[in-house]
């Protein structure tokens, strides 16, 4: 076996093996492998366990020195990471409170992140999306979803798929890009939004699939944006053409989730205006729960119902919604403790909601788990107990970050 190496030993290590997609989860369900190591090779995991049991004469060693816990490293499954100019004067408008569509119709909101996406290169973008990607790693993400949906034109959505392409080939990460053509009628366009998504499926679809820019078309259902009714035969047209289906949904109404069950997408994002006719309907699907806290955060708005969600037996995944108008802070770790808070989430519901749960929600089968076969890639904590990572509330950063087996930064 080609570059075996052994890494450890970690005073903790929870490989979050074991626990269901769905529903609730308790502290005592998870496993931790005292002073446990990670035998690695050609970027996957061989076997996990006991840091003495997996030693030998034959095997390189890489040590690890001082009290860590280990994790697999954080999969965010929902962020807006490509994107020109800034929205501080949204935030400041928000916090005088100015409402969400007052401030669109002040000049700001989506339409503005549009304005100037479309004014910035391509290069100028992919720019961005390698310094946000950096910040993100020092986070321990090593797996992150980006949406397109700041273009609204084909040209222009073109051009962020491809900035987002161009980016992953130039950083550490994994970028799982997402067509969010979908994010709101632009104001530029003469027709009605039915001809607009026309427009977008029969013309930018098939340069999707021609150039494997995405295999993934999401949607943002809402008054603001598009109804169910006009979203309907737009995601027909994605699934004959073989896209996965993600969801914008419940965010300030409640279509969207109801939809997204409709047409067995991988997910339902946002869900912070769900009430118990959607919480039972999404727990009895095989559809994701995203929350999204950093929007509820960047927004002062209520929490997504993540304890009413799992108590019912839905999947609950945690992402940041890293986008330059409600959730500028892109901390993951520190969003999703503070929805743990608010929410009571137990240490393992946080926990499984930013590795194996969303990496369901991305519908990824190779990652969010240490076990034999899956991809090496984890992330560890300089504290001998796991506690103290949620306790910290997103400030205790990662120490090591390891991608495909090899260590890639510092925290």
Same mark, same amino acid.
């Given at each position: 076996?080609?570059?075996?190496?052994?890494?450890?030993?970690?005073?903790?290590?929870?490989?979050?093996?074991?626990?269901?997609? &769905?529903?609730?989860?308790?502290?005592?369900?998870?496993?931790?492998?005292?002073?446990?190591?990670?035998?690695?090779?050609? *970027?996957?995991?061989?076997?996990?366990?006991?840091?003495?049991?997996?030693?030998? !004469?034959?095997?390189?060693?890489?040590?690890?020195?001082?009290?860590?816990?280990?994790?697999?490293? %954080?999969?965010?499954?929902?962020?807006?990471?490509?994107?020109?100019?800034?929205?501080?004067?949204?935030?400041?408008?928000?916090?005088?409170?100015?409402?969400?569509?007052?401030?669109?119709?002040?000049?700001?909101?989506?339409?503005?992140?549009?304005?100037?996406?479309?004014?910035?290169?391509?290069?100028?973008?992919?720019?961005?999306?390698?310094?946000?990607?950096?910040?993100?790693?020092?986070? $321990?993400?090593?797996? =992150?979803? @980006?949406?397109?949906?700041? +273009?609204?034109?084909?040209?222009?959505?073109?051009?962020?798929?491809?900035?987002?392409?161009?980016?992953?080939?130039?950083?550490?990460?994994?970028?799982?890009?997402?067509?969010?053509?979908?994010?709101?009628?632009?104001?530029?366009?003469? *027709?009605?939004?039915?001809?607009?998504?026309?427009?977008?499926?029969?013309?930018?679809?098939?340069?999707?699939?021609?150039?494997?820019?995405?295999?993934?078309?999401?949607?943002?259902?809402?008054?603001?944006? %598009?109804? &169910?009714?006009?979203?309907?035969?737009? %995601?027909?047209?994605?699934?004959?053409?073989?896209?996965?289906?993600?969801?914008?949904?419940?965010? %300030?109404?409640? !279509?969207?989730?109801?939809?997204?069950?409709?047409?067995?997408? =991988?997910?339902?994002?946002?869900?912070?205006?769900?009430?118990?006719?959607?919480?039972?309907?999404?727990?009895?699907?095989?559809?994701?729960? @995203?929350?999204?806290?950093?929007?509820?955060?960047?927004? $002062? /708005?209520?929490?997504?119902?993540?304890?009413? =969600?799992?108590?019912? +037996?839905?999947?609950?995944?945690?992402?940041? !919604?890293?986008?330059? *108008?409600?959730?500028?802070?892109? !901390? #993951?770790?520190?969003?999703?403790?503070? =929805?743990? /808070?608010?929410?009571?989430?137990?240490?393992?519901?946080?926990?499984? +909601?930013?590795?194996?749960?969303?990496?369901?929600? #991305?519908? #990824?089968?190779?990652?969010?788990?240490?076990?034999?076969? &899956?991809?090496?890639?984890?992330?560890?904590?300089?504290?001998?107990?796991?506690?103290?990572?949620?306790?910290?509330?997103?400030?205790?950063?990662?120490?090591?970050?390891?991608?495909?087996? @090899? &260590? @890639?930064?510092?925290?």
């Amino acid at each position: 076996m080609k570059n075996l190496k052994l890494i450890g030993p970690f005073t903790q290590l929870l490989p979050m093996t074991g626990l269901p997609i &769905k529903g609730s989860l308790q502290d005592e369900q998870l496993t931790i492998i005292e002073n446990g190591g990670i035998l690695v090779s050609e *970027g996957k995991i061989i076997k996990v366990g006991s840091f003495e049991d997996l030693k030998s !004469d034959t095997v390189a060693i890489e040590r690890i020195e001082g009290g860590q816990v280990c994790l697999p490293g %954080f999969v965010d499954a929902h962020t807006h990471i490509c994107f020109g100019g800034s929205r501080a004067n949204d935030y400041a408008m928000r916090n005088t409170g100015r409402s969400y569509l007052e401030i669109a119709k002040a000049g700001g909101g989506i339409w503005d992140t549009v304005t100037q996406t479309r004014k910035a290169g391509q290069d100028e973008l992919v720019k961005g999306i390698v310094a946000r990607c950096h910040k993100h790693l020092t986070n $321990g993400i090593t797996t =992150l979803e @980006v949406k397109s949906g700041y +273009g609204l034109s084909v040209a222009e959505e073109l051009k962020m798929l491809r900035a987002i392409k161009k980016g992953n080939n130039a950083v550490i990460q994994d970028l799982i890009p997402t067509c969010l053509a979908a994010h709101m009628k632009p104001k530029d366009w003469a *027709g009605t939004p039915t001809t607009y998504l026309e427009h977008i499926a029969n013309d930018l679809f098939p340069i999707l699939h021609k150039e494997n820019l995405t295999h993934r078309i999401d949607a943002f259902i809402e008054e603001s944006a %598009f109804s &169910k009714e006009e979203i309907r035969p737009y %995601f027909e047209n994605a699934k004959q053409n073989g896209f996965d289906i993600t969801v914008h949904a419940d965010q %300030f109404t409640t !279509d969207g989730s109801q939809l997204a069950i409709e047409f067995n997408a =991988l997910s339902a994002d946002h869900l912070e205006a769900s009430t118990s006719k959607e919480i039972a309907l999404l727990a009895k699907s095989n559809v994701v729960a @995203v929350a999204l806290p950093g929007a509820s955060i960047g927004l $002062g /708005c209520n929490f997504t119902p993540a304890r009413k =969600l799992l108590d019912a +037996g839905a999947a609950v995944a945690i992402a940041s !919604d890293h986008n330059p *108008g409600s959730a500028p802070m892109g !901390d #993951l770790l520190t969003q999703a403790t503070v =929805l743990g /808070c608010f929410e009571k989430l137990a240490n393992a519901e946080v926990l499984a +909601g930013i590795t194996f749960r969303s990496a369901k929600a #991305l519908n #990824l089968k190779d990652r969010g788990i240490l076990e034999k076969g &899956k991809m090496a890639d984890f992330i560890s904590f300089p504290t001998n107990n796991y506690q103290e990572i949620t306790y910290h509330q997103g400030q205790l950063k990662p120490k090591c970050i390891w991608k495909n087996g @090899v &260590k @890639v930064g510092n925290g």
